[in-house]
T-cell receptor, first 114, second 114 residues
Framework: DAGVIQSPRHEVTEMGQEVTLRCKPI?????LFWYRQTMMRGLELLIY????????DSGMPEDRFSAKMPNASFSTLKIQPSEPRDSAVYFC????????????FGDGTRLSIL | AQTVTQSQPEMSVQDAETVTLSCTYD???????LFWYKQPPSRQMILVIR??????QNATENRFSVNFQKAAKSFSLKISDSQLGDTAMYFC???????????FGQGTTLQVKP
C-alpha cells in the first residue's frame, strides 16, 4: 500500500507569494495531520482533521495559514502571503485511529521563502 | 500541558555496539502512548517502536527495545548491534489518548561510526 504522499518535495518562492502544499493520506486512514519542523521549534502540530473535518487548528500560527480537506484522499495547506519565517519542512501524516495507532508521515515539503 | 524532553542532543556509538537514548515526559493523563521515530538524512519520519502506557511489558522490535518506567515518566530507547544505517535523528513522542495529539521531543542525533 502506498504511504502518505506529499507534493512538492521542495518549494522555493518569493516573499508575498501564495504557497500551496498538498497531501494524499493512506487510504482508509480517517485522521490527517499537518506538522511544521524548524530548527528552533522542532516538530509542531499545526492542524488535524477527522473524516475531512478540522478538529483542532490551535497550532496554526496565524491567519495567513489555512488548511482544507475537500475529500478523504486530499488535503492542502496554504500560506498567503508567505514570509521568510515560514521557511521550514512541512509534514503531513495520517493514522487509522486518533491515538492508539501510530501516525505515518509523508516525506515532507521543504519550503524556502526568499 | 504535556512536555517531552530529550536531554542528549548528540550521541555516537561504534557499529555493533549498544546505545541508549533517553527521554522523559510530563503528563497528568492516564491514557497515553509513547513512540520513537527515526529521521535519517533523507528527512523521512519513520516509526521505530511504540508503547502503550497501560502495558507494563517493554516493547521490543528486532534490535530496538524500550525501557518504560511509568512512575519515573521515563521512556528510553536501546539500540543493540548498532548499524551504520541507524545513523539518524531520533525523536521521542508522546501521544495523548484524549486528544490524539503527538508532542515531540527536540531529538537526539545519533552517529554510528564504523
Amino acid at each position: 500500500d502506498a504511504g502518505v504522499i506529499q507534493s512538492p518535495r521542495h518549494e522555493v518562492t518569493e516573499m508575498g507569494q501564495e504557497v500551496t502544499l498538498r497531501c494524499k493520506p493512506i487510504s482508509g486512514h480517517d485522521y490527517l495531520f499537518w506538522y511544521r519542523q524548524t530548527m528552533m521549534r522542532g516538530l509542531e502540530l499545526l492542524i488535524y482533521f477527522n473524516n475531512n473535518v478540522p478538529i483542532d487548528d490551535s497550532g496554526m500560527p496565524e491567519d495567513r495559514f489555512s488548511a482544507k480537506m475537500p475529500n478523504a484522499s486530499f488535503s492542502t495547506l496554504k500560506i498567503q502571503p508567505s514570509e521568510p519565517r515560514d521557511s521550514a519542512v512541512y509534514f503531513c501524516a495520517s493514522s487509522a485511529q486518533l491515538s492508539n495507532q501510530p501516525q505515518h508521515f509523508g516525506d515532507g515539503t521543504r519550503l524556502s521563502i526568499l | 500541558a504535556q512536555t517531552v524532553t530529550q536531554s542528549q542532543p548528540e550521541m555516537s556509538v561504534q557499529d555493533a555496539e549498544t546505545v541508549t537514548l533517553s527521554c522523559t515526559y510530563d503528563t497528568s493523563e492516564n491514557n497515553y502512548y509513547l513512540f520513537w521515530y527515526k529521521q535519517p538524512p533523507s528527512r523521512q519520519m519513520i516509526l521505530v517502536i511504540r508503547q502503550e502506557a497501560y502495558k507494563q511489558q517493554n516493547a521490543t522490535e528486532n534490535r530496538f527495545s524500550v525501557n518504560f518506567q511509568k512512575a519515573a515518566k521515563s521512556f528510553s530507547l536501546k539500540i543493540s548491534d548498532s548499524q551504520l544505517g541507524d545513523t539518524a535523528m531520533y525523536f521521542c513522542a508522546y501521544g495523548s489518548g484524549n486528544t490524539g495529539k503527538l508532542i515531540f521531543g527536540q531529538g537526539t542525533t545519533l552517529q554510528v561510526k564504523p
